[in-house]
C-alpha cells in the first residue's frame, strides 16, 4: 500500500512562490505515475500537474509557465515548484499517484480516477 504525506503548503501574497512535497513511502516514486491536484471550497477536484516514470510532464493550462512538476527518484519525494501565485490557486492540494504506470499520453492524467492513492491534502492560501 503506498502512503503519500504533502508538506509545505501555507499562506503567501498574490505573486509569491510556494513549494508542495510530497513523500512517497512503501514503493519507490520511480515507479509510479504520480500527479497534483487540488480542490477549492465548492468546486471539484481538478488536475494540476502529473508526471510518468519517464519524467515527462503534462500541466494544466491555468498553471502553464507558472507551475513546474518534478520528483527526486533517490528520495521518492514528488515536488510542485508554484511561482506567480494568483488568489485563485488558493485550494488544497493533494498527491496522487497510479500505480499502473505507463508514458503519460496512454492515461488521462488529469482524472481524479486515473489514480488509486492520495495523500491527505496540503492548504494553500494566497491573498491577493
Known amino acids: 500500500q503506498v502512503q503519500l504525506v504533502e508538506s509545505g503548503g501555507g499562506s503567501v501574497q498574490a505573486g509569491g512562490s510556494l513549494r508542495l512535497s510530497c513523500a512517497a513511502s512503501?514503493?519507490?516514486?520511480?515507479?509510479?505515475?504520480m500527479g497534483w491536484f487540488r480542490q477549492a471550497p465548492g468546486k471539484e477536484r481538478e488536475g494540476v500537474a502529473a508526471i510518468d516514470r519517464f519524467a515527462s510532464t503534462r500541466s494544466v493550462d491555468s498553471v502553464k509557465g507558472r507551475f513546474t512538476i518534478s520528483q527526486d527518484n533517490a528520495n521518492n519525494t514528488l515536488y510542485l515548484q508554484m511561482n506567480s501565485l494568483k488568489p485563485e490557486d488558493s485550494a488544497v492540494y493533494y498527491c496522487?499517484?497510479?500505480?499502473?504506470?505507463?508514458?503519460?499520453?496512454?492515461?488521462?492524467?488529469?482524472?481524479?480516477?486515473?489514480?488509486?492513492?492520495w495523500g491527505q491534502g496540503t492548504q494553500v492560501t494566497v491573498s491577493s
Open positions: 512503501r514503493y519507490t516514486s520511480s515507479s509510479l505515475c
Open positions: 496522487a499517484a497510479r500505480g499502473r504506470c505507463g508514458a503519460i499520453n496512454t492515461y488521462p492524467w488529469s482524472e481524479v480516477w486515473a489514480y488509486g492513492y
